[in-house]
């Protein structure tokens, strides 16, 4: 039997997932890491993406995470969030919707806007938008 490990995925609002796992991917902000059982211990930020979880029946779940912390232990691992969505919940039309407010209102260029908070919420919607079409190639939706 292959090794496995604990995950967690939760958001400030909700645990989203939980189970046994024989790896997960998570979009740190190094770069892509690969998490398998025993990894060395480990925390760091993750950026707006896509996490994958191998599960230990080799069927693959998809998230979406808008940041947070990716806390690694021998024992498991823990994806905390600012907020995630499993995949099939994305709205890739509300995601388009969204990158488009924010791109008129960094175009717009008006003096009462907080100009940081809508260039997080473009990279935010993009990301988004980024992690939906991945998922959907790969569950061949595309």
Do not use: C
Not at 43 to 58: A, C, Q, S
Request: proline share 4%; aromatic share 4%.
């Amino acid at each position: 039997m292959a090794a496995t490990m604990n995950v967690d995925i939760v958001s400030a609002e909700a645990e989203i997932w939980s189970g046994t796992a024989k790896m997960l991917f998570a979009p740190a902000v190094m770069g892509e890491v690969g998490v398998l059982p025993k990894h060395a211990p480990l925390l760091t930020k993750i950026k707006p993406g896509e996490v994958r979880v191998i599960t230990e029946n080799d069927e693959e779940e998809f998230f979406y995470v808008s940041g947070g912390m990716l806390e690694i232990l021998p024992t498991g691992v823990t994806v905390l969030a600012d907020t995630a969505q499993r995949a099939h919940d994305l709205d890739e039309a509300a995601a388009l919707e969204a990158k488009d407010q924010a791109e008129k209102i960094l175009h717009d260029r008006k003096d009462d806007i907080d100009y940081a908070t809508a260039e997080a919420q473009l990279a935010q919607a993009i990301a988004q938008i980024e992690a939906i079409r991945k998922i959907k190639k790969k569950l061949g939706k595309a």
